[in-house]
């Protein structure tokens, strides 16, 4: 099967897969009803089904050692992502029957690669963050991963196969620059929330000037 076979049912796999992001959240939430008062996430046991369903009841569900949540939350949605972009940039070339992708069309694949390499690498840091220590595994999470990024994100892709935009090369230099600019800020800040939250009494965030700190606590 071709990749470009994704194109041309995108929509039937979206469906696909929204179908067993609901069959997954019925799953966790039954599951849940059985789990103990500590497995239980903070923010999904308030007694309202709905809500409950939404949020998820059980903070890390697990088959034997396999956490389901922790798999959920970077792999299929990000690299599902990926492959996604690389079939719509496939496609474009056999639509206008290209030897080379479009310039576009290589920008958008190489920024987004960029972002889900840098989120795989820097993996550990996951641990971190509110989906894992706070969010239980609910609808909210399931249909995110599984739906929201990879059909969702892939939309810009999706849209440059029958709607090509030139870029000059001039104007291309200038969108690099600005997305590694902020990719170097969005590194920075992200690998500092990290370290703040693992340590935060580490000597070296204390050298962090006031306004860094004042982001730090307002996002907690």
């Known amino acids: 099967m071709e990749l470009y076979y994704l194109y041309n049912h995108f929509l039937q796999f979206a469906v696909s ?14 599951r849940s009803l059985k789990s103990s008062e500590e ?3 903070p923010g999904g046991n308030s007694g309202n089904i709905i809500y409950d369903f939404f949020m998820g009841r059980e903070l890390n ?6 956490d389901l949540k922790y798999f959920c939350e970077l792999r299929p949605g ?4 990926v492959v996604i972009n690389l079939a719509m ?11 080379m992708p479009s310039l576009s069309m ?5 920024f ?24 239980g595994f609910g609808f909210m999470l399931a249909f995110g991963d599984l739906v929201w990024v990879p059909f969702l994100y892939s939309l810009q892709a999706f849209y440059l196969v029958n ?11 200038a969108i690099l620059t600005l997305n590694f600019l902020g990719y170097y800020i969005f590194r920075g800040a992200n690998s500092q929330k990290n370290a703040f939250r693992r340590n935060p009494k580490d000597p070296k965030l204390a050298r962090k000037c006031f306004l860094g700190k004042f982001v730090f606590y307002l996002h907690f």
């Open 163 to 173: 709607h090509p935009h030139e870029v000059s090369w001039p104007t291309a230099c």
């Open 61 to 66: 569900p697990r088959i034997g050692h396999f």
């Open 106 to 110: 290589i920008l958008v694949n190489t």
């Open 17 to 30: 897969a929204t179908v067993f992001s609901v069959a997954l959240s019925i799953y966790l939430y039954v």
């Open 89 to 99: 940039l496939l496609t474009e070339m056999k639509v206008h029957r290209q030897s």
């Open 78 to 81: 990000l690299i599902g992502w």
């Open 39 to 41: 497995e239980l996430s």
């Open 112 to 135: 987004q690669l960029l972002y889900v390499v840098d989120a795989l690498w820097n993996e550990e840091a996951i641990l971190t963050t509110m989906d894992i220590t706070h969010d």
